[in-house]
C-alpha cells in the first residue's frame, strides 16, 4: 500500500500563493490518480481536485477552478497542488488521496494525514 504525506501548508494573507505536495513512499502511484480534498472546521470534506495517472486529465471544483492547478511529477513520485489567490474561505486541511485508477473513479486506496492552509484577511 503507498503511504502518502502532505506538506506546504502555513498561515498566509489573501492573495498570497503557496504549494502543497503530496508525496508518496512504499511504492509508485505513477499509475494512480490523485485527489486533493480539503476539511475546514465544522464542514464536510469536499473535493478540489483530480488528476489522472499521466497528468493529461484533470479536474477542478468550481470553487477552485482558475486559482488553482494540480500537476504531478511521476518521477518524483509527488503531486502538487498550486493554490494562487487565496481567499480566507479557502482555509483548512488539505489532504491528498491516491485514487484505486488510472483516472478519478472516487475510490481510494490511500489517504494522508492533512497539511493545515489558514488564509487571513
Known amino acids: 500500500q503507498v503511504q502518502l504525506v502532505e506538506s506546504g501548508g502555513r498561515s498566509v494573507q489573501a492573495g498570497d500563493s503557496l504549494r502543497l505536495s503530496c508525496a508518496a513512499s512504499?511504492?509508485?502511484?505513477?499509475?494512480?490518480?490523485v485527489v486533493w480534498f480539503r476539511q475546514a472546521p465544522g464542514r464536510e470534506r469536499e473535493f478540489v481536485a483530480a488528476?489522472?495517472?499521466?497528468?493529461?486529465?484533470?479536474d477542478y471544483a468550481d470553487s477552485v477552478k482558475g486559482r488553482f492547478t494540480i500537476s504531478r511529477d511521476n518521477a518524483k513520485n509527488t503531486v502538487y497542488l498550486q493554490l494562487n489567490s487565496l481567499k480566507p474561505e479557502d482555509t483548512a486541511i488539505y489532504y491528498c488521496?491516491?485514487?484505486?485508477?488510472?483516472?478519478?473513479?472516487?475510490?481510494?486506496?490511500?489517504w494522508g494525514q492533512g497539511t493545515q492552509v489558514t488564509v487571513s484577511s
Open positions: 488521496a491516491a485514487d484505486r485508477m488510472p483516472i478519478y473513479s472516487g475510490y481510494y486506496d490511500s
Open positions: 512504499g511504492r509508485t502511484f505513477s499509475r494512480n490518480a
Open positions: 488528476i489522472s495517472w499521466s497528468g493529461g486529465s484533470t
